[in-house]
């Protein structure tokens, strides 16, 4: 029998489904004319080779069509021009958590947390999620914030071990986690540019330390407008909290994510800058895209967490006409079975807010 079968990922050139089955259990999965075999009791069915923006039928061996599995499927569209960079981003990867599925004091449940003996579930999603990067081969690696559970020494320093295996490559900044105690730590002296071939990695720091809530100063919104003005590359955006929607609420609102005035005012220089291409973030553990005014052409992308379902992280493959932004879900067998036992967090409605539409987690954008 499957069970939990999603359509978790479309490329320009790929699609994957994802879904558990016993131990052992062969499933056929088709798209279009092509089709793989998996094996359970962890399936990631992933099919290459496919022509982009080409709609495919779609069927799993065994498992109902439904919301997660529609029986048709559209490939992302080839961004014209040649293939500049290849990024990769995580975010929330919560070294030194040992509880999940706990919003503030709040008992909805379940709190899960690993049985005796088995290693800290972040440590099992973050190594499965930089192993799958480091075969990615990208240019950048950006670690969006969240980075420790509670801003310890210690956490900071397992992060900082783990992802170091990454080398030169690896770019990160703080959450609102990460200030808890030090309101300096993993700042990494953002804002700050990654200049690479074709693109322009812009990281910035947007904590209120002591706040889950989010901020963007004056001098920052200066340096990136500067950066913006003088740019003859495109510049993507990265950042913890995510951009607020200041016509729903007004600037004097609060905000989980950046607040309202510093919002309105980012957005303000997205509008005027047509370098800006994307803005990307974590912080609530979900994938979501919005557009604003005045900048509706730009994305303001939330990308779901590492440490807990879906295990998420991102690839960005940026060409010289546009970039295909591509959500994946992590797939070494330990992950994703701590992923599939968080799916019922937040009284079983997590699956539904963190994974969000596909066309959230996937989408080529031109420039």
Not at 70 to 87: D, F, K, M, N, S
Not at 230 to 241: A, D, K, N, R
Request: with cysteine.
């Amino acid at each position: 029998m499957v069970e939990n079968a999603e359509l978790m990922t479309v490329g320009p050139d790929e699609v994957v489904v994802t879904f558990v089955t016993e131990a052992g259990v062969e499933v056929v999965t088709r798209v279009g004319e092509a089709e793989v075999v998996t094996t359970g009791p962890f399936h990631s069915a992933r099919v290459t080779g496919l022509d982009p923006d080409t709609e495919f039928d779609l069927s799993v061996e065994g498992a109902e069509p439904g919301e997660y599995l529609p029986t048709r499927v559209r490939t992302l569209a080839q961004p014209p021009g040649r293939l500049v960079a290849t990024i990769a981003t995580a975010n929330d990867v919560h070294f030194g958590e040992v509880e999940c599925g706990r919003l503030g004091d709040s008992d909805i449940g379940p709190i899960l947390s690993v049985a005796p003996g088995e290693p800290p579930y972040p440590e099992t999603m973050n190594r499965a999620v930089i192993g799958e990067m480091i075969d990615l081969d990208p240019d950048a690696v950006v670690v969006k914030g969240d980075l420790t559970d509670s801003g310890l020494p210690e956490q900071y320093a397992a992060f900082l071990a783990a992802y170091g295996v990454l080398g030169d490559r690896m770019y990160h900044v703080r959450g609102n986690h990460d200030a808890f105690v030090d309101p300096t730590m993993a700042l990494e002296d953002a804002p700050y540019a990654v200049e690479l071939d074709g693109v322009t990695l812009a990281v910035l720091d947007t904590v209120a330390p002591g706040d889950d809530g989010g901020q963007l100063t004056a001098d920052q919104r200066q340096w990136l407008d500067d950066l913006a003005a003088e740019s003859t590359v495109p510049i993507l955006v990265f950042g913890h909290h995510y951009v607020s929607n200041v016509s729903r609420l007004g600037e004097a609102s609060a905000s989980f994510g950046i607040n309202h005035a510093d919002s309105a005012a980012l957005l303000e220089v997205f509008a005027r800058r047509d370098a800006i291409v994307g803005y990307f973030a974590g912080h609530t553990h979900r994938n979501r895209l919005r557009r604003f005014e005045p900048a509706t052409r730009v994305p303001c992308c939330e990308i779901a967490c590492t440490k807990e379902y879906p295990g998420a992280w991102a690839e960005y493959r940026i060409h010289e006409g546009g970039y295909s932004q591509v959500v994946r879900r992590v797939t070494a067998p330990d992950a994703f079975d701590w992923a599939e036992r968080t799916r019922v967090i937040y009284a079983g409605l997590y699956r539904d807010y963190a994974l969000g539409p596909l066309e959230w987690r996937c989408f080529t954008q031109l420039f």
